[in-house]
């Protein structure tokens, strides 16, 4: 059972990233993205259901960040345009076998498998 993280790198500010997560080994019905900045803790991104279109995001993400899934594929996206240095972090893919609610896919308790970790640098 794993989640394979991948599509960091080095992007300019305004530019765009892709970051996709593969998951093998069980179903998930529950994905989301965190990130942690250097010195600071790790904190939500976005989240999106394997069966349902509900996705939370976080508000410094809102209108910039798209989550997406392929459940034929088991693969999970994170498209990140117009980019900010403050978006710079190490992204992790988190999923749960269970369906949560939208109030509570924001809670990384609740994520009992996660990927490795993928860095993304946001510099000129």
């Known amino acids: 059972v794993q989640l394979q993280a991948s599509g960091g790198g080095l992007v300019q500010p305004g530019g765009s990233l892709r970051l996709s997560c593969a998951a093998s080994?069980?179903?998930?019905?529950?994905y989301a993205w965190f990130r942690q900045a250097p010195g600071q803790e790790r904190e939500f991104v976005a989240a999106i259901r394997r069966r349902e279109n509900s996705t939370p995001y976080a508000d410094s993400v809102k209108g910039r960040f798209t989550i997406s899934r392929d459940n034929a594929k088991n693969m999970v996206y994170l498209q990140m345009n117009s980019l900010k240095p403050e978006d710079t972090a190490v992204y992790y893919c988190a999923a749960d076998s269970r369906t949560w609610i939208i109030s509570a896919m924001s809670n990384e308790n609740n994520y009992d498998t996660w990927g490795q970790g993928t860095l993304v640098t946001v510099s000129s």
């Open positions: 080994g069980r179903t998930f019905n529950t």
